[in-house]
């Protein structure tokens, strides 16, 4: 009986930390960093009358800092309060021919005002966007216009998709056969570069795909052949 309450004990904790957390939302699902402009800004609002720590970082892939720098990169956001978070271009050459990936990082955590609370489970989540730094060379064109350029084959159990252009491709959905492949964490084809996808248990025939634009939304639908 006391285990069986313990867990209970755990899961509404567990359940009280999601509901706080959703009170915190981040202003974008993407960050757009285009050459020339002095800074970007990132809106956090807190919606919960709860309190929060929300620490905030850049990293590229390999989870290095490097090329930005964030203001205030830790502070306190009151409940029903608003904060934005500047991102600042930092001196160093990045490549001129095509897009860059860095990845946003905020880590909100509930703040703890009472012994109550200090004596609670409190858990952190960290939410990963990422940042695309655009240089000027490309300023007047976007990902969309390249979608249809996308081509598609298949080696064995993959499905390998090749990006012929200078942008980051980031997909809402991939199907084959009207089955979606599981992308994870693979949702995007870098510029020049390809990517891989476990086929699932069909035959080749058609493949059709959106991908995500600037603004979040979602593209006109695409469709080729294996």
């Given at each position: 009986m006391?285990?069986?309450?313990?867990l209970?004990?755990?899961?509404?904790l567990?359940?009280?930390s999601?509901?706080?957390?959703?009170?915190v939302q981040?202003?974008?699902?993407?960050?757009?960093?285009?050459?020339g402009?002095?800074e970007?800004?990132?809106?956090?609002?807190?919606?919960?009358?709860?309190?929060?720590?929300?620490?905030?970082w850049?990293?590229?892939?390999?989870?290095?800092g490097?090329?930005?720098?964030?203001?205030?990169?830790?502070?306190?956001?009151?409940?029903?309060?608003?904060?934005?978070?500047?991102?600042f271009?930092?001196?160093?050459?990045?490549p001129?021919d095509?897009?860059s990936?860095?990845?946003?990082?905020?880590?909100?955590?509930?703040?703890?005002?009472?012994?109550?609370?200090?004596?609670?489970?409190?858990?952190?989540?960290r939410?990963?966007?990422?940042?695309?730094?655009?240089?000027?060379?490309?300023?007047?064109?976007?990902?969309?216009?390249?979608a249809?350029?996308?081509?598609?084959?298949?080696?064995?159990?993959?499905v390998?998709?090749k990006n012929?252009s200078?942008?980051?491709i980031?997909?809402?959905?991939?199907?084959v056969?009207?089955?979606?492949?599981?992308?994870?964490d693979?949702?995007?084809?870098a510029?020049?570069?390809?990517?891989?996808?476990?086929?699932?248990?069909t035959?080749g025939?058609?493949?059709?795909?959106?991908?995500?634009?600037?603004?979040?939304?979602?593209?006109?639908l695409?469709?080729?052949?294996?």
């Open positions: 006391r285990i069986l309450n313990s209970l004990s755990i899961i509404l567990l359940s009280a999601f509901a706080c957390y959703a009170g981040v202003g974008t699902t993407r960050i757009i960093y285009a050459e402009k002095k970007v800004s990132v809106s956090l609002d807190n919606q919960d009358i709860t309190p929060y720590l929300i620490k905030s850049i990293e590229n892939d390999k989870n290095v490097t090329h930005f720098l964030l203001t205030p990169p830790l502070f306190r956001l009151e409940g029903k309060q608003k904060n934005v978070v500047r991102i271009k930092l001196d160093g050459q990045l001129t095509r897009e990936l860095f990845f946003f990082n905020t880590t909100s955590i509930p703040a703890s005002s009472t012994e109550a609370d200090r004596n609670t489970l409190q858990i952190a989540v939410t990963k966007l990422k940042l695309i730094f655009r240089p000027k060379s490309l300023s007047d064109d976007v990902p969309v216009n390249h249809k350029e996308l081509s598609w084959s298949r080696s064995g159990n993959q390998i998709v012929p200078p942008f980051y980031n997909f809402m959905f991939i199907k056969n009207g089955q979606s492949l599981i992308m994870k693979k949702n995007f084809v510029p020049f570069s390809s990517a891989s996808y476990a086929l699932p248990s035959n025939g058609k493949v059709e795909w959106k991908i995500i634009n600037d603004m979040g939304g979602q593209s006109d695409y469709q080729s052949s294996l």
